[in-house]
């Protein structure tokens, strides 16, 4: 399990900042013999097209000879705040025949709360990666 924290929507590792928007992590994928058949990469993303909403989304990269393939991609929330992403690739987080979980935790607002409120509920979601896709 690798897990990285967000401060004020900025990601911190070990070696510094990390903006949203960068790689944050590599997801190696194994087939038969243990050996590793692609990996992954996983970004958060905030799309805003000009309007009031900021969406937030985790965007999976494969990893290939010639650059990043987009695969796929999980919506998040309009106007939250990533506050952590977690990689597992063991139970309890990881389901039976999934290749790895994300978790991605976020701040949002409470039930009824305008979008101008400042995000303040933790949300965890579990998404699992099978057949080189996100299970929905």
Do not use: W
């Not at 928007?21 to 990996?39: F, H, I, Q, S």
């Amino acid at each position: 399990e690798f897990s990285i924290p967000a401060e004020d929507g900025v990601l911190y590792t070990a070696t510094g900042a990390i903006a949203v928007g960068d790689p944050v992590l590599e997801a190696p994928v194994y087939g038969a013999n243990n050996t590793v058949t692609r990996k992954d990469v996983l970004v958060p993303l905030v799309v805003n097209g000009g309007g009031s909403g900021s969406f937030l989304y985790i965007v999976r990269f494969n990893e290939t000879q010639q650059g990043l393939v987009q695969k796929d991609y999980v919506f998040l929330g309009d106007r939250v705040q990533l506050d952590n992403i977690t990689l597992a690739v063991a139970a309890p987080l990881m389901e039976k025949g999934s290749e790895y979980a994300v978790r991605v935790t976020t701040l949002d607002r409470k039930p009824n709360e305008p979008f101008t409120a400042e995000p303040t509920v933790k949300v965890s979601k579990v998404y699992q990666v099978v057949n080189n896709s996100f299970k929905k």
